[in-house]
């Protein structure tokens, strides 16, 4: 029991970590401003096409031809493994700052696609199709990018002799936590997002 809490204790946030969540918050924020301006764009060629994108989408679905459960793994795991490596190089803090942006501007411009091509009924369909795997790589995604940051942006590699083996270990410990949690998103969004993304669909078509 104490070897778990001391496991835990380690993966806590420290206090120097508050000010990174905040500036990737405010980041992220931005991305998502950003996304709703281009998304509103969006002509009614371009919403027609994704309409109908969206209903063979749905089509494939319901023939239970749905994403691979590989491709719902490299979905889950593939910004927080380049989190990690962003976090091995001197220079990674520099891209894990405007990646916070890129990912809020994405998610929040397929939402905004998805309203333009499906009208208030496009939201439903957004949360049915992201909403699980955002509430489960979002929370990974800005806790091991404010543990990263500290190594990218001082330049320092995981060498015991300059004083980072607690960071090592705790970065270590956070990306097994988090590659827990991904997992359990895995099998959420496979079990579940098919049938909700169908679901949503349906009701407005």
Known sequence: ????????WMMRPPEVFRADYLILSLLFILGVVGGQLVGGSIRS???A????YLQSHSQAISARQGPSPAAVVFAYFRLPALLIGLSLVPWGAWLILPLAAAHGFLLSM????MTAALGRGGVSVALAALGIRCCFVLPCCFYLASLALP??????RFKPASGNEEKRRRLILSAVGCAAVLLLGC???ISLVPRLFAWALGHIT
């Open 45 to 47: 060629e371009e919403a």
């Open 110 to 113: 397929t939402v905004r696609c």
């Open 187 to 189: 099998a959420a969004e």
């Open 151 to 156: 190594f990218s942006g001082k330049g320092r």
């Open 1 to 8: 029991m104490r070897r778990v809490r001391r496991v835990f």
């Open 49 to 52: 096409e994704l309409s109908g």
